[in-house]
């Protein structure tokens, strides 16, 4: 069966600290994507990944393909990182995205 | 990387109205989707928007609650009919993450219906 776990659902953080949240999948994917999305509901994809690491500004996205589990990372948090995090996986065997149930980050000044 | 223009951005409808959601890309994909969040819940497919065919529906959505228009490759829009309640959401459009390929959302109408 295809299926995404996020963890944790909600995460407190102070402002600096270093955050990681957690995606781990079920059977082989295509690629798994990270998402932000912002209180108004809007959508944006931060990351890409089918292998490896990738890096934009204070976001890290790592994957390991044979434990099937992805990370975010992010580095010296800040208030306006408060948003719903969201990993979405393609499956091999369907083509279609599946979405974990998100991570609600709200960091505090 | 495209842009997805979706409006309105909000509405507040009454019980048995139908409400239009339009999504416009600024270059031309193959597929768009439509998706649906509920309050607290993560995105769920309605349906997958084909040019030039009939929209693909997932399981517990049919054409006649959410018809989709599909009539180029840049545009697309959905239908809310006969709406109530329980059909308060926030409904997005999407085109991409098939293989290696980024996604794009719109930034989503947020229904209200009293």
């Known amino acids: 069966k295809n299926e995404v776990e996020q963890s944790p659902q909600n995460l407190t953080a102070q402002e600096g600290e270093f955050i990681t949240i957690n995606c781990s999948y079920s059977v082989g994917i295509s690629a798994l994507h990270w998402l932000q999305q912002h209180p108004g509901g809007g959508i944006v994809s931060l990351f890409m990944?089918?292998?490896g690491k990738k890096k934009h500004g204070r976001l890290i996205a790592t994957i390991n393909i044979q434990e099937k589990h992805s990370s975010l990372h992010i580095t010296a948090s800040h208030p306006r990182d408060s948003a719903v995090y969201i990993c979405?996986?393609?499956?091999?065997?369907?083509?279609?995205?599946?979405f974990g149930t998100g991570t609600r980050l709200q960091v505090f000044p | 990387s495209a842009v997805i223009s979706q409006k309105p951005s909000r509405d507040i409808c009454q019980r048995g109205t139908s409400l239009t959601i339009q999504c416009q890309v600024d270059s031309q994909v193959t597929m768009m989707f439509w998706y649906r969040q509920q309050p607290g819940q993560s995105l769920t497919l309605i349906a997958t928007?084909?040019?030039?065919?009939?929209?693909?529906?997932e399981s517990g959505f049919v054409i006649d609650k959410f018809p989709i228009s599909r009539p180029n490759l840049t545009f697309s829009t959905l239908t809310v009919s006969n709406m109530s309640p329980e059909d308060s959401s926030i409904y997005l459009c999407?085109?991409?993450?098939?293989?290696?390929?980024?996604?794009?959302f719109g930034n989503g109408t947020r229904l209200t219906v009293t």
């Open positions: 979405a996986v393609t499956f091999r065997n369907t083509d279609k995205l599946i």
């Open positions: 999407s085109a991409g993450g098939g293989r290696n390929s980024p996604l794009h």
């Open positions: 990944l089918s292998s």
């Open positions: 928007a084909n040019q030039g065919s009939e929209a693909t529906y």
